[in-house]
């Protein structure tokens, strides 16, 4: 009796580990957290445009996959996913207040990240030393911080 109810308690145990497992919340909540976007690269591009002094561009992740953001001028805000090394914004919905040169250019990257004949924009995401890396397109890169 005694062998049987330390079998039951080790096997209950495991499933009770392998039932809090958080991977999906891992990467769920990989990107989450309010970040400053430092630089933008479109597809193609040679040149990096720099974040302006005192110009900022700021996207927070939420853990419930909401975003919200603001340009110096224009407010975003939508919903995305993450699956495994893919950001995809399944909405985004912006004011349109004629923006500055870098939050052009930051619009120009998302739309150059949507998916043809759809709605979503996709990025592909990378971390490189704290810093979150956006990539698209054709070489297109954020670098936010």
């Known amino acids: ?3 049987s109810s330390s079998l ?6 495991f499933l009770l580990l392998l039932s809090c497992s958080d991977s999906d919340d891992d990467t769920q909540n990989a990107i989450a957290g ?3 976007v430092a630089s933008i690269k479109v ?3 040679t ?6 002094p005192n110009e900022d561009i700021t996207i927070d992740f939420q853990t419930d996959n909401t975003f919200v953001g603001s340009t110096s001028v224009n407010q975003f ?6 699956e495994n090394t893919t950001l995809t914004l ?14 052009t250019a930051f619009y120009g990257a ?10 979503v924009a996709q990025l592909r995401f990378q971390f490189d030393s704290g810093d979150l890396i956006l990539t698209f397109g054709d070489g297109g890169e954020m670098v936010l911080e």
Do not use: C, H
């Open 8 to 13: 039951l308690i080790t096997i209950t145990a």
């Open 90 to 103: 399944l909405s985004f919905t912006t004011t349109e207040v004629a923006d500055t040169q870098f939050g």
């Open 47 to 52: 040149l990096v445009q720099l974040a302006p």
């Open 34 to 36: 309010s970040w400053r």
């Open 110 to 119: 998302i739309t150059e990240a949507q998916v043809p004949n759809t709605t």
């Open 77 to 82: 805000s939508g919903d995305y996913e993450l």
């Open 1 to 3: 009796m005694k062998k």
């Open 43 to 45: 597809s193609n591009a």
